[in-house]
């Protein structure tokens, strides 16, 4: 994944990124980001590629205090519902490709490379 990270001197939404200058860039292997030196007023944008090595159901999810987008390939921002302010649930795990009953369709879940 490559990284751009941008300090700014006020931050309540998302930036216009491509008006800015970032502090530093670089790659990850991962979404990382203890690339920040501090944690108020900044902003990270991750651009690259994820490896999906077998079929199954992924869930990608974002969190942040001043506003987040995901894209996935070339379309626009994914839908966003927001369900409210209470903290999110533990992961859970469960085997890729696996398949999830009624009830757990909503579970939060954890890919974790082996």
Known sequence: MNYRYFECATLFSLPEFNLLTPVSTGTV???DVSVISQSNNVALEFTGYVEVARDGLY????SSDDGS???IGELA???LEVLG???LP???SVVAGQALSAEEDHWWSEVKEQ
Request: proline share 16%; glycine share 0%.
């Open 69 to 71: 987008q995901l894209f």
């Open 59 to 62: 869930t990608f999810s974002i």
């Open 85 to 87: 302010s209470v903290p």
């Open 29 to 31: 292997t991962n979404f």
């Open 90 to 92: 533990a992961p859970h």
């Open 77 to 79: 921002p994914l839908r």
